[in-house]
């Protein structure tokens, strides 16, 4: 009888260890590109970058070396935190030909906040906005959920090798160690 | 006996020497196109690709004179595509790699186009067709961005959902 009840509570253990790492990776894996898909050029307004004001495409530019294209929902604190968090990461990893761009969803309403979130933090990274906003077709191209407040994708030869999304800032250290993983491999 | 056992080394000798000559011819084949680029599966030595622009005016005139002898390529992704385009384009994404065959037309003048800074994903896909034998292909000068900064006319559902 002792017997039955462990083993039931063992097999119950097992099932919620389970449910938790599927909720766990379906936490991990809601908003953006999957691992292995292949990134779109995608046109978006350049705010703070060397093309700011006009049109542009950093997928396009930043070719195959590897980069992280980050995306946020709305601004404020928490997204102004991540933003300097991930140009600090490009900075340890420019001289490596690594390339970072931030983009806020919310569209050109949120070009003075980047404006001065760029300059009054120095950031080094372009800053850029979807022109049609939430409903700019990069959202479905890049498979953006609007409900989650941030996405990153860590890239190299235009594939996703890394997706980070619905983070919060201090948990920014996962989008450093997948770039810091995809960065050793990318060593000749 | 005799016989067999001295037979061994004289067949693996033989066989020995045949290998190597296999290998050396491979080895002076691969020097002999080690400076090769195949077009079309023909090697050409010392190929270096050069892209031939199209001006947006040009190819804007063209269109108006309904010119049958040009199809205008668009490398966007389907979804950029279907949202907006230059009237009359196809779809034909930038890859990593072509898959063959390719569909296009070869009889006529490909107009290939992207949304890119300076003609990336156009010209080397202009670059990837030439290799499979597509020897008339132009890369619209200022590609997306200077089409629609020219004002020029696209179509597709955002303009569709603006008017």
């Known amino acids: 009888m002792k017997n039955a009840t462990t083993r039931i509570a063992a097999a119950a253990a097992t099932c ?10 379906a936490q991990s894996s809601i908003s953006g590109l999957q691992i292995g898909s292949p990134t779109a050029s995608i046109p978006v307004l350049d705010v703070t970058g060397q093309y700011a004001g006009q049109r542009i495409c950093y997928v396009c530019e930043f ?8 995306f946020f929902r709305e601004t404020g604190d928490e997204t102004a935190d991540l933003i300097r968090q991930l140009d600090e990461l ?29 300059a009054s933090a120095g ?66 | 006996m005799t016989h067999g056992a001295g037979g061994l080394p004289s067949i693996l000798a033989v066989g020995l020497a045949g290998a190597l000559l296999a290998s050396g ?4 084949q691969d020097d002999e196109f080690d400076d090769c680029v195949f077009v079309d599966g023909e090697c050409i030595e010392g190929y270096v690709y ?29 979804l950029i595509f279907e949202d907006e385009r230059i ?6 994404p930038w890859v990593h790699e072509l898959s063959l065959p390719v569909t296009l037309p070869r009889d006529k003048t490909l107009v290939i ?51």
């Open chain 1, 16 to 25: 919620c260890a389970v449910l938790l790492a599927a909720a766990a990776w």
């Open chain 1, 63 to 70: 070719q195959d070396v590897p980069n992280v294209l980050a």
């Open chain 1, 90 to 118: 490009y900075l340890r990893h420019k001289h490596e030909d690594f390339k970072a761009v931030a983009a806020i969803v919310v569209g050109e309403e949120a070009s003075p906040w980047l404006e001065e979130l760029s």
């Open chain 1, 123 to 188: 950031l080094e990274i372009p800053l850029v906005v979807f022109r049609r906003g939430p409903r700019d077709v990069a959202m479905r191209l890049y498979e953006i959920d609007p409900e989650v407040d941030n996405t990153f994708l860590v890239t190299v030869n235009r594939f996703v090798v890394d997706n980070v999304s619905g983070i919060a800032a201090d948990e920014f250290g996962r989008v450093v160690d997948a770039t810091e993983q995809m960065m050793a491999q990318n060593t000749p």
């Open chain 2, 25 to 28: 011819s491979a080895l002076a």
């Open chain 2, 50 to 78: 050069v892209a031939e622009f199209v001006s947006p005016q040009e190819l804007k005139s063209l269109m108006e004179a309904e010119s049958d002898d040009i199809v205008i390529v668009d490398t966007a992704a389907e």
């Open chain 2, 87 to 92: 009237p009359g384009s196809v779809n034909f």
């Open chain 2, 113 to 163: 186009y992207c949304a890119c800074n300076d003609h990336e994903d156009s010209v080397d896909m202009a670059q990837k067709l030439g290799l499979v034998g597509y020897l008339d292909v132009k890369v619209l000068e200022g590609g997306w961005f200077e089409w629609l900064d020219l004002g020029y006319e696209t179509v597709g559902l955002a303009v569709e959902e603006t008017q």
